[in-house]
């Protein structure tokens, strides 16, 4: 033993000063504890101070800091000296924490060792404290900066590498990896780092940059694509920093980040931009943003071709100086309500006065493009040419006029058809008439007959074109339920002399309660001259046999009249066989007007005639009527 | 039969009027005629008939189509004046108009809708009726 420290020794058996001193100011905390009396506990002055306690207010109870101790750090502390005082080999050394009077924690590197009696039993226990408050904090600060590093990383996808060519040794952090998706045994260098690069531009330009690094110290931040270990394509930023020493590149470290998702968006971004802008420019429609005072803020070219303006002079313009003034106030009131919320578009019929003076007609619709706040910025608008279609819009309006003249001089004309060409026939009819009476003889002279038959002919012509005319005028006429069978029997009595003279059967096969809605006297006509036409146009050679039958076909109901007579030719003359004066049969009575005034008959109440035929076999007319239930 | 004594013509068609008044001669239809070309001179002549107490026609043949004034606007005045004699009125028309036959009904003064042409059969028809009533 050194003699200095026998001395010490010595010295501080004989003068208490000697303790006084080491106990006050090489410790931060002395304590000596009676552990057969374990209540009492003496404390040093600096044990308090420590803690921010007076130390003459502290008793010398062991309960008296029971208070100030971390719990968790009271048990292992427990723990520790039950050990110790098993095993003396055991050391009593552990950090504690205190609570500061003022809150704070105190950290105190806990030392201790017991004094035993003969039999080696714990009787005391010596203590001592260090305090590791300041140490222990620069600890923890240090911890919580690594991990809010670390998090920030992970979040902002930021991962950091370090190539060090002097051992020639890759190194990527857990982020960088996980970007390239790679495995945790993946064996790195800077060659298979390179080859993640996408090829092409992509490779080429972190070969170029990384190269220019380590080999002129510069510094690199490129944003390039790379494809992971998993085939995906990604956009990345890498970053990259040389460090030299003496002309020479000792390593290369740097950042790398995941910038994808904000690339594509980015890219997707200026696509939808230019997209816009060559809708904006190059569309066939006049397109136009407009501010919030009415003034042109951006116009394409359709739109300057429809008013006739240079984008330069529309821009200095208003649409309120170019609107025609009658559509002024409808556009405006419509643009308040825009911009009020009331509704999310609008669209109008509207005039604009063209430069050269010329009214241009439009169809406007107007949307609005708001900020993120929800208050308008400017509108778009499209603007669509439809002077065409005004321009053809009044022709149709004059067509109208004209056709609705035109109309009423038809109408004007089937008045004098009824009238005075019927005046002036009944006159020829009449004088004939009175000829005949007063002037018998006259009857013998061969032009009698003719003119006879002249007077004849323009009388019933006179009268076909009376009901042509009258149908064509009363369209509005009122439908009656008529019971169809009993319109077939009327008919057939009235042709009843024809049928027997021509040995024809006609058979009334209609359905007897069958109701139709038709004009009684057109009903009339109808069957009257289908079921005449049937035996007018009769086969010399055979018996006529006429049947008449009907069926309901909702909403009709179909009356169909057969003969087994002459037929007709539909391949020659289905197209006019309803028209007014057509003959077919070369038969002396046919007049044609007949069946034009039947299918007009039929339309005038709503229903449509057909016909089937073969020649010589026989013809089928086929009427559809409205049903009466409908 | 007996004929009738007068019978008044109102017509502006020559023709009409010289077939109708053969008609009548043959049918033996009345013995004198009064024959007008439109309601406005027939109306001032019998007007003035009235007042001088003349005998007034027993039948009128109405035509509905005439200048200066119609048949329509000849019976709307004609109908307003008050006479002691029955007279019968016959609209005879060309018109084969619904409407017309329908708003000649509507006058009580008018007995029938005679079509033209006039027959001699159908004027003996009017002059049997003429003697039924």
Redesign the interface.
């Known amino acids: 033993m050194n003699y200095l420290q026998k001395e010490l020794y010595e010295l501080l058996k004989k003068d208490d000063r000697i303790f006084d001193f080491l106990q006050e100011s090489a410790l931060d905390g002395m304590w000596y504890w009676d552990l057969e009396n374990p209540e009492n506990e003496w404390m040093n002055p600096t044990f308090w101070e420590t803690m921010g306690y007076d130390p003459n207010e502290m008793p010398h109870k062991a309960s008296a800091w029971q208070d100030i101790i971390n719990k968790d750090d009271l048990n292992s502390t427990i723990d520790s000296f039950e050990k110790h005082c098993a095993e003396p080999n055991h050391a009593y050394d552990q950090l504690v924490r205190y609570k500061h009077k003022n809150g704070s924690t105190v950290w105190i590197r806990c030392r201790g060792m017991a004094i035993r009696d003969e039999d080696g039993k714990p009787i005391r226990m010596l203590g001592a404290h260090t305090d590791m408050t300041s140490y222990k904090d620069k600890e923890q600060l240090l911890l919580k900066y690594q991990d809010l590093l670390e998090k920030t990383n992970q979040v902002a996808r930021i991962g950091t590498w370090e190539v060090d060519l002097i051992n020639n040794k890759v190194s990527w952090s857990e982020v960088t990896r996980e970007i390239h998706e790679v495995e945790g045994d993946f064996e790195l260098s800077v060659e298979n780092g390179i080859d993640f690069y996408k090829e092409g531009k992509s490779r080429e330009t972190i070969t170029r940059v990384f190269n220019d690094s380590y080999t002129k110290g510069e510094n690199y931040d490129v944003e390039l694509q790379i494809i992971t270990a998993k085939g995906n394509e990604k956009w990345v930023r890498a970053i990259g920093i040389p460090e030299m020493e003496n002309g020479q590149c000792t390593r290369v470290y740097g950042l790398f980040q995941d910038i994808d998702e904000k690339t594509k968006a980015n890219q997707q971004i200026a696509l939808q931009e230019e997209l816009f802008r060559k809708t904006f420019e190059f569309a066939a429609i006049g397109m136009a943003l407009v501010g919030l005072k009415g003034e042109w803020l951006q116009v394409n070219k359709s739109l300057c071709d429809l008013v006739g303006y240079t984008e330069e002079e529309l821009l200095q313009l208003t649409f309120q100086d170019i609107t025609h003034p009658d559509d002024l106030d409808k556009d405006l009131s419509l643009l308040r309500e825009l911009i009020n919320g009331e509704r999310e578009s609008y669209q109008m019929e509207k005039r604009y006065h063209h430069k050269n003076g010329g009214i241009v007609w439009v169809l406007l619709s107007v949307s609005m493009v708001k900020d993120d706040s929800g208050s308008p910025l400017h509108f778009i608008s499209q603007i669509t040419d439809i002077t065409d279609g005004k321009r053809a819009q009044r022709e149709i309006e004059t067509l109208l006029d004209v056709t609705q003249e035109q109309n009423k001089r038809l109408l004007n004309f089937a008045h004098i058809v009824?009238?005075?060409l019927?005046?002036h026939s009944?006159?020829m009819?009449?004088?004939l008439?009175?000829f005949k009476?007063?002037v018998p003889s006259a009857t013998e002279n061969e032009f009698f007959p003719l003119v006879n038959e002249a007077s004849d002919n323009l009388k019933e012509t006179v009268s076909h074109l009376?009901e042509v005319v009258a149908i064509n005028t009363n369209t509005d006429k009122k439908l009656f339920e008529e019971n169809l069978w009993e319109y077939i029997e009327k008919a057939i009595v009235t042709v009843k002399a024809l049928a027997i003279e021509t040995g024809a059967i006609i058979e009334n096969k209609v359905q007897k309660q069958l109701k139709v809605k038709a004009i009684p006297a057109y009903l009339e006509s109808i069957t009257l001259n289908l079921i005449t036409n049937a035996l007018k146009y009769r086969s010399p050679e055979r018996k006529p046999v006429i049947v008449v039958t009907s069926s309901l076909l909702n909403p009709f109901v179909k009356l169909t009249v057969k003969d087994n007579g002459l037929g007709i030719d539909l391949k020659k003359h289905s197209a006019k066989l309803f028209g007014m004066y057509k003959t077919f049969h070369g038969n002396k009575d046919a007049r044609g007007v007949g069946l034009f005034i039947t299918k007009n008959q039929v339309e005038a109440m709503g229903g449509k005639i057909e016909v089937e035929s073969e020649i010589d076999k026989g013809t089928s007319f086929n009427i559809y009527l409205q049903n009466e239930t409908n | 039969m007996k004929p009738i004594d007068i019978a008044c013509i109102i017509d502006d068609?020559p023709?009409?009027v010289f077939?109708?008044k053969?008609?009548m001669q043959?049918a033996d239809f009345c013995n004198s005629f009064l024959i007008f070309n439109n309601g406005k001179e027939a109306l001032d002549n019998l007007k003035m008939l009235i007042y001088a107490g003349e005998e007034l026609p027993d039948v009128i043949l109405l035509d509905l189509?005439m200048p200066i004034m119609d048949g329509w606007q000849f019976l709307d005045e004609f109908t307003g004046i008050p006479i002691d004699k029955q007279i019968t009125i016959y609209v005879a028309?060309?018109?084969?108009?619904p409407e017309d036959t329908k708003k000649a009904q509507s006058y009580e003064s008018v007995s029938n809708y005679i079509v033209?042409?006039?027959?001699?059969e159908n004027l003996k028809a009017i002059l049997e009726d003429l003697k039924a009533v």
Do not use: E, Y
């Open positions: 009824s009238h005075n019927r005046s009944g006159n009819a009449m004088i008439d009175l009476k007063q009376n | 068609d023709i009409f077939g109708i053969r008609i043959l189509n028309s060309s018109s084969i108009d033209k042409p006039i027959t001699v």
